[in-house]
């Protein structure tokens, strides 16, 4: 059913095309009742507003935190207009019906995003909007309830319908939804100090509808977090390519995630595949990396998703462009190496700004059936004063950059991980096996494949660093990485065979360092 209206209230933080919706209104008959700043707003533009005081009978007061909370607000949005005990009500206490409630909260995330103080981040908790959104989205029978001036232009004519009137209210329900997750967010996590509070509200807005999920078969969505610190694949500005798929998110997130571990060191790349690194180097340029990376496993490279953590230049855009890449992530690209990439209009190329800090804060959430399992971010990094020689054998210094250059790309592996690592350069990564002498062969096997196709006289797993994960329970793997080359071990240690290790790392003339952390990634 179309319903005129007669009778708008409108009442906005955002005064984002506010004008022009009250100009079109008024253009129709429509009458204006506004609040504060959004009545001066229409008036300042010539229109004419009545005040929600002059409705109500009631001034505004509390420092405006008392205005819309009345009956003859509320009575004019919940009552059902074919309902003749409800007209009695009205008429019995003049209460006039209101058509159309336009309405966008008080800017709670902004005002946190800001740093403001505790009493100023109170203050921006809306009560009067929400109720108003609430009671016309329930009775959307008869009343239409905008929350995004995107919709505006929709009620400009002055009629609604009860197809946009639906729409309208699950938007508007939506909206509360989110801005109450904010808030209850901001006290658990902000306000209360909670790990893990007793109820988790997690409020997401679709970004965009996915072609399909991680096979065509499955439908998919990508749904951005709407906190104010949100920083990451969802929020990077993509300057040309298709569209991105279920898969690229997921790789070019993971892409990101590991790239970030080096973002205040020297240049460096990243090439995933699958969400595991299949090569990472820093080099003294960009170009330098990015070549070391690719050389790592230049099959893998092929269709895989590249990260660096500085802006890109001609030098190395034109060796990714020299083979096929699906998505490219970077902080920033001057402009030769835009007109390079322009040239491959397949290709994603993503930019991100400031890379996200890698020992940030934050909860990572996986569903299962009948639950989702939720724990803190795997943040954790351990510094070169940290590390316990377990060995006779001291690392030297080389080689102690090549176990912590390892151990970084390690925690970013599928486990089992195990990474060889020479030079800072991976030389071989073992990846997601299900016992770690596998994950060790397979690195290995891994390197000497490429040093074969670069022409390279031997591996470099040949006096290499080699990062293990999590503890080595028996001493096979250890000795596969004695048969790769590897002269120096990085593991968390903690095994009931620690002891059968380490002398199996004696005999074979190893220096090996326990961190006491393992990076566990399914």
Known sequence: MDIKITRALLSVSDKTGIVELGQALAAQGVELVSTGGTATALRNAGLEVRDISDLTGFPEMMDGRVKTLHPKVHGGLLSVRDNPEHQASMAEHAIAPIDLVVVNLYPFAQTVAKGADRDEIIENIDIGGPSMVRSAAKNHESVAIVTDPADYALVMGGTTTLE??????????????????????????????????????????????????????????????????????????QLQGKELSYNNYNDADAALELVSEFRDGPPTAVIVKHANPCGVASGATLAEAYAAAFACDTVSAFGG????????????????????????????????????????????LLLTGELPDPA????????????????????????????????????TEQELADCLFAWTVAKHVKSNAIV?????????????????????????????????????AQPRTIGSAVASDAFFPFADGLLAAVEAGAT?????????????????????GLAM??????????
Do not use: C
């Open 420 to 456: 060889y690592a020479k030079d800072g350069s991976t030389a071989g990564v073992g990846a997601g096996q299900m016992n770690r002498l596998e994950s060790a062969r397979i690195a290995a096997w891994k390197a000497k494949d490429a040093a074969d196709k670069a022409g390279w």
């Open 164 to 237: 946009q009137r639906r729409k309208f209210a699950a938007k508007a329900y939506a909206a509360t939804a989110a801005y109450d997750a904010m808030i209850s967010s901001w006290f658990a996590f902000a306000d209360q100090g909670e790990a893990f509070p007793e109820t988790l509200n997690i409020s997401l807005k679709r970004g965009q509808a996915l072609r399909y999920g991680e096979n065509p078969h499955q439908q998919a969505a990508f749904y951005a977090a709407t906190g104010p610190a949100a920083r990451g694949i969802g929020q990077a500005r």
């Open 360 to 395: 940030r804060a934050g909860l990572f959430a996986k569903s299962i059936a009948g639950g989702w399992l939720v724990q803190g971010r795997d943040n954790g990094i351990v510094m070169r004063d940290q590390l316990k020689v377990v060995t006779k054998r001291q690392p």
């Open 305 to 348: 998703i590249i990260a660096v953590n500085r802006p890109l230049d001609r030098a190395t855009a034109e060796q990714i462009t020299g083979i096929f890449t699906e998505v490219v992530v970077a902080p920033d690209a001057d402009e030769e190496a835009l007109a390079l990439f322009a040239a491959k209009k397949n290709l994603r």
């Open 488 to 508: 120096a071990v990085i593991q968390p240690g903690g095994s009931i065979r620690d002891d059968e290790v380490i002398a199996a790392a004696d005999e074979a």
């Open 513 to 522: 360092v326990f961190t006491g952390m393992r990076h566990f990634r399914h």
